[in-house]
């Protein structure tokens, strides 16, 4: 069974740092890409960042230069640094990731989500 666990939410000031870490663990092969998406109250569930196994990594134009997406292959763990926080950034974060299960199959995995609220 795989799992996708996060960790690393809270309540942060406008112009605050957080950083959000996502772990992959079961049985499966490979993963092929990790991201980030998010989900404030009344809206849509959008993207925020991805990174491939390769490491290219691609952003929601709202969140480039101010958070940086990266991983650690070997440890099946993403990673997500979050700067210059505002509170347009207050929501739900979502770790998601692309696993080659045991039957051959590439599948996306949901993490349970961790909330990320930026206030004075």
């Known amino acids: 069974q795989v799992q996708l666990v996060e960790s690393g939410g809270g309540l942060v000031q406008p112009g605050g740092s957080l950083r959000l870490s996502c772990t992959a663990s079961?049985?499966?092969?490979?993963?092929?890409?990790m991201g980030w998406y998010r989900q404030a109250p009344g809206k849509q569930r959008e993207l925020v960042a991805l990174i491939s196994r390769a490491g290219v990594t691609n952003y929601v134009d709202s969140v480039k230069g101010r958070f940086t997406v990266s991983s650690n292959n070997a440890k099946n763990t993403v990673y997500l640094q979050m700067n210059s926080l505002d509170p347009e950034d207050t929501a739900v974060y979502y770790c998601?990731?692309?696993?080659?299960?045991?039957?051959?199959?590439?599948?996306?995995?949901w993490g349970q989500g961790t909330q990320v609220t930026v206030s004075s």
């Open positions: 079961g049985s499966f092969f490979s993963i092929n890409a």
């Open positions: 998601n990731a692309e696993i080659l299960t045991l039957d051959n199959t590439w599948r996306p995995y």
